[in-house]
């Protein structure tokens, strides 16, 4: 396993060969337009690759969606 860091809304150089899983942390609610971030992860990835992220999502105290 290997962790790596970058802007993903840049130029992928960090991407080398094909990935069988990519995970996003904390990141993909702070972009606008996700597809350029999309086609490239589909450049990078296996057939069958496992693709994960988590979203931060606070909720006020009546379970509804708060600001962030």
Known sequence: MEFKQADI???WSFAVGLYDMVTF???????????????????????????????YIR??????QGKI
Do not use: C, R
């Open 9 to 11: 809304t840049k130029d």
């Open 25 to 55: 942390s904390l990141v993909l609610e702070h972009i606008e337009n996700l597809d350029p971030v999309f086609e490239k992860l589909s450049g990078v990835t296996d057939a069958g690759a496992i693709f994960m992220w988590e979203n």
């Open 59 to 64: 909720l006020n105290n009546t379970g509804n």
